[in-house]
């Protein structure tokens, strides 16, 4: 009580204090300063990196990025401020005037009363060139830099609201997020190699584990999520995943974040399928509506004529064709496949591609696929001699899969036979 009284007392002491005679300067970020509505003279302070400087005969020219948004904050001094560690990647603290500016290029600019120079770069020796389009390979060399580009700025803040929507959308839908473990003893049925966890040093002692059993990277939070969905009814996880699979290519990646989710009392692919289109379309629509420069820029250096294609998948529903109608449009297309198309065999890449081109490019949907394409807990269709499971892949445009999923086999006597069909019924006693 006495430590609640004192601090009252202090509280009452500093509150009493006579006000300044000018306001404290609001610290705003790049973007927020950007956004304002009443641009009239408010004093602001920003803090961030040079991306420019130039020098007329009276006036100082900067641009102010602090990594909030792609555009920078043109800042206006005084031409006698001494601007010699006013560098090209500096960075630096301004307080001055938010107003209106009379060029078209922007419609705010900070008129500097004060600049503190925090980190003086030398630009000679800065790796990364003002306006110069640095190639990515050459920005491998610098990963403690690379992030202040364009491209990769552009990007992560992409990423980074991708990841909030998705968030979003499954808290919204009434989902709760499970963090599930990374160590872990299982591999998830098999989803992909391992890589296993040993400790170093003293710590290694030969021919015994640091749990017990062995340890590795997860490549799946399912098992975990299957669990914790008898007591949530629905629920995600969206984090790191590993798979030891030794390809260069860029669909197979050591370290990857993947979104999955269980729901309960679920009984068709088309409640299934109408949570998978959703979150698509929520997820996309926020990006676009959050992030309008970065993926402008995006569209134009990286992936052009993706903009239009993005906007027609959310025009439209998406399609639904079962495997079996997928097989018989491949097998009838004019185009030479390197995989021939069987009934039987798994769609690939190539295969997913031609598809969604076939339907207008729009995500479609490829249900009932065969028993034996998809694991051993998928639900058993009981469609006689074809012999399918309720599994759904949605292909998109330009990539192939982006989601897959299915309903679980609940009757136990179905799971009894394929375990014993497996070999694994002494493995589950």
Sequence with gaps: MLGVRCLLRSVRFCSSAPFPKHKPSAKLSVRDALGAQNASGERIKIQG?????????????????????????????????DSRELNFGSSVEVQ??????????????????????????DAKDFPIKY??????????????????????????????????AIHSFFKDSGFVHIHTPIITSNDSEGAGELFQLEPSGKLKVPEENFFNVPAFLTVSGQLHLEVMSGAFTQVFTFGPTFRAENSQSRRHLAEFYMI??????VDSLQDLMQ???ELFKAT?????????????LCHKFIAPGQKDRLEHMLKNNFLIISYTEAVEILKQASQNFTFTPEWGADLRTEHEKYLVKHC????????????TLKPFYMRDNEDGPQHT????????????????????????????ERLARSGLTEVYQ
Excluded at 100 to 105: A, G, L, Q, W
Aim: hydrophobic residues 40%; aromatic residues 8%; charged residues 25%.
């Design 49 to 81: 990196w040079i991306r420019s400087v130039r020098s007329q005969k009276e006036v100082l020219f900067l641009h102010v990025n602090d990594g909030s948004s792609l555009e920078s904050l043109q800042v206006v001094a005084d031409s006698g401020l």
């Design 96 to 121: 001055g005037q938010l107003i209106k500016s009379p060029s078209k290029r922007q419609n705010v600019e900070l008129k500097a009363e004060k600049i503190k120079v925090i980190g003086n770069c």
């Design 131 to 164: 306006k110069e389009r640095h190639p990515l390979e050459y920005l491998r060399q610098y990963p403690h830099f690379r992030c202040r580009t364009n491209v990769l700025g552009s990007i992560l803040r992409i990423r980074s609201e991708a990841t909030a």
């Design 260 to 265: 999955e989710a269980e729901i309960s009392f």
């Design 275 to 277: 949570v998978i289109e």
């Design 284 to 296: 996309t629509m926020m990006v676009l509506s959050k992030c309008p420069e970065d993926v402008e």
């Design 360 to 371: 207008g490019n729009i995500p479609v949907f490829v249900i009932n696929y065969p028993l």
């Design 389 to 416: 499971v309720a599994a759904v892949d949605l292909l998109v445009p330009g990539v192939g899969e982006l989601f897959g999923g299915g309903l679980r086999e609940e009757r136990y006597h179905f799971l009894e």
